[in-house]
């Protein structure tokens, strides 16, 4: 009804960029959307994300501050804004009342960015961004039950960019031909490759922390065991990326954006104290998951003296980072009245 013109997409006079895909599961939406907001924070824009929490106890609109509950307003948003606090974020499940909630409230916006929204047509963003996983490539895939599609392939005719994301870093020009093949790109669309760069380990509690922090490269690979506990869709990249850098990995996998329960926790806790190992002991969790699990007062302490969170990072293969920037930054400029742009580098 979109593509026929019954139903109608709303346009506003402000900068807007969808980030999202047609598959179900991780695909890097959140690293992205915050790669998006540290990129364009750099460049002297006043951003805002609107997401719509997904799996949040509340609904309506709300704000999302350092103060929020991630259960009230969605891990995600919380962990963007913990991790930027001066970019404005905010849910709602109906995004053209969020976005004029956000514009009433600070006009002087430049940018927004909805986080998961290439299904949500009722907004016309000016640039849409569709993240595909190498690992799960979507012309090799169905749609749901079947796979794991949301919606066609044909579908994707709608992005302007399409990014590649946890793409392996040896990626050739051989690899991305063949892809680029597969995806059959329409000239107006643009491909780019990413990866992700896992960051120090930082400690969930830094209060009560026996390190303050670890580059992946300071574990002990035989003498150090690590407890990976996830709630993302998948676990099985990280497990072997990490497994570089440390040999005893034992996992604790639970569904994506679990809420953690109190069984949950003693389990983490009896897990933890069957590893093995000469050297450290370690509970890893995901940033998704450290949102959750920092409020949780059930940890016991010997947990919370041993947990920390893995930061990942977005990196562009093949030196398309500053084409990246460069498209987005001017698409900002010329929407004018509220794209105030600094003249700075990008």
Request: proline share 5%; glycine share 6%.
């Amino acid at each position: 009804m979109f593509d026929y013109g019954i139903l109608k997409s709303e346009e506003y006079d402000v900068a807007v960029i969808s980030v999202g895909n047609i598959t179900v599961g991780g695909t890097g939406k959140t690293p992205h959307t915050e790669y998006l907001i540290n990129m364009m924070q750099k460049s002297g824009l006043k951003v805002a994300v609107l997401s719509r929490g997904y799996k949040r106890k509340s609904s309506g609109f709300h704000w999302v501050e350092s103060s929020s509950s991630p259960i009230n307003v969605g891990d995600e948003p919380f962990q963007m804004k913990m991790k930027y606090p001066e970019a404005l974020v905010a849910v709602d499940g109906n995004r053209r009342r969020g976005i004029k909630h956000i514009l009433d409230k600070h006009p002087d916006t430049n940018v927004i960015l909805l986080d998961d929204a290439f299904q949500h047509r009722w907004v016309k963003a000016g640039i849409s961004i569709l993240l595909m996983d190498y690992n799960r490539k979507v012309y090799e895939d169905k749609l749901l039950p079947a796979g794991s599609l949301r919606e066609s392939i044909t579908e994707m005719d709608r992005a302007n960019i399409i990014i590649v994301t946890k793409s392996p870093r040896d990626l050739s020009p051989m690899d991305v031909r063949v892809i680029s093949k597969h995806l059959e790109a329409r000239p107006h669309q643009l491909l780019y490759f990413t990866d992700f760069r896992y960051q120090a380990i930082k400690p969930l509690f830094p209060e009560l922390a026996e390190i303050n922090g670890l580059p992946l490269e300071g574990f002990d690979r035989e003498q150090d065991s690590v407890l990976l506990v996830t709630g993302i869709a998948s676990n099985i990249k990280l497990i072997n990326d990490l497994s570089y850098y440390v040999s005893n990995i034992v996992p604790l996998a639970y569904p994506d954006h679990h809420s953690f329960s109190l069984k949950d926790l003693q389990e983490i806790d009896k897990a933890y104290k069957s590893l093995s190992g000469d050297k450290r002991r370690i509970v890893l969790v995901t940033e998704k998951d450290a949102v959750r699990l920092m409020h949780m007062d059930q940890l016991s302490d010997e947990v919370k003296r041993n947990i920390y969170y893995i930061p990942i990072e977005v990196n562009f293969l093949h030196e398309q980072q500053l084409t990246f920037n460069s498209k987005l930054i001017d698409y900002v400029r010329k929407n004018k009245p509220n794209s105030r742009v600094l003249e700075r580098g990008y």
